[in-house]
């Protein structure tokens, strides 16, 4: 996605009107059967295995630009959260999915005390996307759409930035087991987990 999409997710940020939030426990668990009838993506003409495929980039890359920020896991785990949450209410077609993901980085980051400059999070995101060295009006451009974006990305969420991870009742169901397998089953779990 080019310019013309990250600008469009910068008038979106001040032009959307969302519903109010539900602040109840069970906002964000959905029936694939619900996804698929209210998925804004779908309405804008995105099937589903598209959107599927936009999702395991959008994760592949959290997963690197995560690694390149040492980010801890659960920082990189709560971005793909955020992630996830905003595309069930916004669309791929008018949104730049790294972008947001950048944004989500950069948000999940603060949420789970382990926060990057913004400088630092333009810097490598470019570096991790283009490949080139950026330009001081690319900068400065994609510093305003990160802090602009983050106040989208917040509003879509519902300003709702609680998430409850696997990771602790993982560990507690793996010591249950025998310690003979203990190593293995964890290792499994843990990449299933991961698997954005």
Sequence with gaps: MGRASTEGFVAQAAATRLEEPDFSSSKWYFSREEIEKSSPSRKDGIDGKKEAQYRRSYCAY???????????????????????????RQSHARNDRF???????????????????ANDVVLVSYALRHK??????????????????????????????NVSHPYRPMVLAVRKLA????????????NFINDG
């Excluded at 947001?100 to 990057?116: C, D, H, S, W, Y």
């Excluded at 990160?146 to 990305?153: I, R, V």
């Design 132 to 161: 080139k060295p950026i330009t001081k009006e690319v900068y400065q451009r994609q510093l305003r759409l990160l802090l602009t974006g983050e106040n989208l990305l917040l509003s879509t969420l519902g300003f709702d930035l």
């Design 62 to 88: 959290l997963q690197e630009l995560g690694m390149k920020l040492k980010m801890p896991q659960i920082a990189i785990a709560t971005a793909i959260v955020f992630c996830h949450r905003f595309f069930l």
């Design 179 to 190: 310690p003979a397998f203990q190593s293995s089953i964890a290792q499994v779990a843990w």
């Design 99 to 117: 972008m947001v993901a950048t944004i989500g980085m950069f948000l999940a980051g603060k949420v789970e005390e382990t926060p990057r400059p």
